[in-house]
């Protein structure tokens, strides 16, 4: 089909990607940290699962303060997860089970060991200096009152050159000098050598953080709370958009490659903001928001997050989905109470993977894995190591996944660099295969349902019921195919009214057996039911 190929049906439109923390995914070599072998023998797994593309969080050779996030060479892969080879061969074996490959791109900072940093910090006339930012103290202090996002100042003084470093993360993750005219074109190379080697795709780290005000401004106090202030003149500045745009332009240059950025913006989200880096389809291709994560478990706050969402989209543009990622805690264990948790994240699957847009799936996320517990001694993540007891860190959603309900998960034979979620006994990929209303059989048969129906891919979104009693409903439609879609967020039972469809025939359902039909006048909602339809 001549329609297929052309950049509006491109495959990261369509698809659905699953992202994987490498670290945690599966060790083939007994050292208890998952590694690049590990994710090829587990490509028939995703492939069975039905997802079109894979998203690794950083393997780039790194001192690790930040696991991956500071990297000290962008053309090496760090040899806990393997070697060149191993990432060529997973690109090879991946594309062979129709999964595309996009490679985390970390693009604010490097390592503080990178030996571009190394340079720059050897003396105030290196020509490297200012490829960072590097900047006089004012009265004694800071050069300004800007905070990293970890806390503290941003500023490190260097008593070598007895300047200060920015850095908008950890002290170790000094930021680079975007305004430096030099850093795109060393940054395009970095880019070209991954789009040589075949990767489909980058998620840029923190993208919307990549431009400081040029005049180094103070940013203004939050709420006159001292740990937080409003990154005013850190974020979102109208530098970082041109970028993105000098970005796009380089990476169009090869042929179906997608970019996308992570737009960070403080509770409740900003969806607004989050869209504006797809600059009318001349920025990135899909812009992480996480309104979504921040809401209240409600059909009514889901369906005005999306709504919201949809309408911030330029026409250009194309939105994505997430309930969860590595940095942020589990969805499962956001959805109010500890009763219903297993039929809720059935709801939130099917919303994720039946409204308009490119769902991400989080690793574990098909199996219900849970935010594990973890003790002081086992902490790896820093923040949880700078803010135990107050935050105990993102380790709780980084734990290893839970292939079998052996020792170690099936994850590694070794012991594991983060122990194991103790549920990995019963909750585990090979026990729940077996089981047919098992959550991952649940994401398995949406998944087959999505690829089979382009009208869940690519259709308009109908809201036809907006969250009134705890159900949402809607319809998705492409040249004449339409799927209804019905979710009760609700533990009771409801009756609805669909008026602008007469009947529709089961195509899966939580409740109800394949192909039946069901007319939509007073029809019965189950509990938490999640029901897909051909209308
Ligand atoms: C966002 C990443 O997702 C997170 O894990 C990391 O700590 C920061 N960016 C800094 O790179
Ligand atoms: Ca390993």
């Known amino acids: 089909m001549k329609l297929l190929q052309t950049e509006q049906w491109s495959w990261w439109k369509h698809g659905v990607i699953y992202h994987i923390y490498p ?13 690049l072998q590990g994710i090829i023998c587990k490509l028939d797994y995703l492939s069975d699962l039905g997802v079109d593309g894979i998203w690794l969080s950083p393997v780039f050779l790194s001192p690790n303060a930040d696991f991956g996030y500071d990297v000290s060479d962008y053309r090496t892969i760090d040899p806990a997860y393997g070697a060149m080879d191993d990432f060529r061969l997973l690109i090879e074996k991946a594309h062979e089970h129709s999964i595309r490959v996009i490679s985390d791109m970390i693009l604010n900072h490097t390592s503080d060991q990178h030996p ?21 103290g004012y009265k004694g202090g800071p050069p300004n009152n800007w905070k990293s996002a970890v806390g503290g100042s941003a500023w490190e003084f260097d008593k070598r050159t007895g300047q200060y470093y920015y850095h908008s993360f950890f002290k170790d993750q000094p930021d680079l000098n975007w305004r430096n005219l030099l850093l795109p074109s060393v940054f395009f190379d970095e880019l070209k050598f991954w789009l040589d080697l075949g990767v489909d795709g980058f998620r840029l780290d923190v993208i919307n953080l990549i431009a400081k005000d040029k005049k180094f401004r103070n940013n203004p106090s939050f709420l006159g709370i001292p740990f937080f202030q409003k990154h005013v003149f850190t974020r979102n500045r109208y530098k970082s958009h041109k970028i993105v745009m000098e970005l796009r332009k380089q990476v169009d240059k090869y042929q179906d490659r997608v970019m996308i950025g992570e737009i960070y913006t403080m509770p409740p989200g ?50 994505c ?19 219903h948790k297993h039929e809720k994240a059935k709801v939130a699957a099917a919303f994720l993977l039946t409204i308009k847009g490119t769902p991400f799936i989080y690793y574990g996320e098909e199996i219900g894995m849970r935010n594990a517990r973890i003790r002081y001694r086992d902490i790896q993540d820093p923040l949880g190591k700078r803010y135990w007891p107050f935050f105990m860190g993102r380790d709780r959603a980084r734990t290893p996944m839970q292939w079998n309900s052996g020792e170690y998960g099936g994850f590694t034979t070794g012991k594991p660099w983060l122990p194991l979620n103790p549920d990995k006994s019963w909750r585990n990929v090979e026990d729940l295969q077996s089981d047919g209303s098992s959550l991952l059989n649940f994401y398995r048969n949406i998944l087959k349902i999505r690829r089979n129906h382009t009208a869940l891919q690519m259709g308009r979104w109908i ?39 007469s009947f529709g025939q089961v195509l899966f359902s939580t409740h109800r057996h394949e192909d039946e039909i069901y007319y939509f006048q007073d029809l019965k909602i189950f509990p938490f039911e999640a029901s897909i339809f051909k209308a």
């Open 23 to 35: 670290r945690s995914f599966m060790d083939t070599n007994g050292d208890g940290i998952g590694d």
């Open 116 to 136: 571009w940093f190394q340079e720059s910090a050897s003396s105030t006339i290196n020509p490297k200096r200012h490829w960072y930012i590097w900047r006089d």
């Open 270 to 319: 900003n969806s607004e903001i989050a869209a504006s880096y797809l600059s009318g389809g001349l920025g990135i291709h899909m812009a992480f928001d996480f309104s979504l994560i921040f809401r209240q478990w409600s059909a009514s706050s889901y369906y005005k997050c999306i709504l919201d969402w949809y309408s911030n989209i330029p026409e250009k543009g194309w939105p």
């Open 321 to 339: 989905n997430v309930l969860s990622n590595h940095d942020l805690m589990r969805s499962i264990d956001r959805f109010p109470f500890r009763r």
């Open 463 to 501: 809201p036809l019921i907006t969250g009134r009693h705890g159900i949402l409903a809607y319809a998705r439609a492409l040249y004449g195919e339409r799927v209804v879609v019905i979710l009760n967020f609700t533990s009771k039972q409801k009756y609805i009214n669909l008026p602008e469809h």
